[in-house]
């Protein structure tokens, strides 16, 4: 059986009639995505590793309970558990992330790239390096909308939900973390040209 061609929903059905394999084939399909979203939160590759787990038991238990509604949403249902238990995680230590430039992972290893030079994989290397490394000193309300977004894929609203806040500040949030961003990169190319 094809299990990559299938949609997210029915491997889902698959999983719930007791075939294993469909669940296999969406950690697959979504781990780099989910881990990345967690990663970037806590900036810590073990503890990351652990609410990636925490969230798939959360998964498979909502799963098997028969209790999943979310139709054609499972990525941004799956980032919205992680967030939930990122957030969990600081309520108990009682304390907000810690922004450091860990360098043991960088999430845009994932992206993979093919018949590429050895110096167009070392500028795009630099590159990504560069934008993580920008992204990490980025207020945490900034960052945190531009993780869901674009490593998770999450739409403004689900964005608004999580974070408790309306859709207008989650856009506006967005707008200052691009608009941040493109300054912080300029302002780079003109520290290297003087």
Not at 22 to 45: M, N, P
Not at 65 to 79: D, H, M, Q, S, T
Not at 152 to 174: C, H, P, Q, Y
Request: glycine share 4%; proline share 2%; aromatic share 10%.
């Amino acid at each position: 059986m094809d299990f990559q061609s299938k949609s997210d929903q029915d491997l889902i059905h698959l999983y719930v009639a007791g075939n294993e394999a469909g669940l296999k084939e969406l950690i697959r399909r979504y781990q780099s995505k989910i881990y990345t979203s967690i990663y970037l939160l806590v900036k810590d590759e073990y503890l990351a590793e652990d609410i990636f787990q925490d969230a798939f038991i959360k998964v498979i238990n909502t799963l098997k309970a028969g209790r999943y509604n979310e139709e054609g949403k499972f990525l941004p249902w799956v980032i919205r558990i992680a967030h939930n238990l990122v957030i969990d995680h600081f309520r108990k230590e009682k304390r907000t992330p810690v922004i450091s430039n860990g360098d043991d992972f960088d999430i845009f290893e994932v992206l993979g790239r093919y018949d590429e030079s050895i110096e167009d994989r070392l500028v795009r290397e630099q590159t990504y390096k560069d934008l993580k490394a920008l992204i990490q000193l980025l207020p945490a309300e900034q960052k945190e909308v531009l993780i869901m977004r674009h490593y998770g894929d999450m739409s403004f609203k689900e964005i608004a939900d999580i974070t408790e806040v309306s859709i207008n500040t989650a856009l506006g949030r967005m707008r200052y973390a691009l608009n941040n961003l493109r300054k912080m990169m300029q302002n780079k190319e003109l520290a290297l040209k003087n």
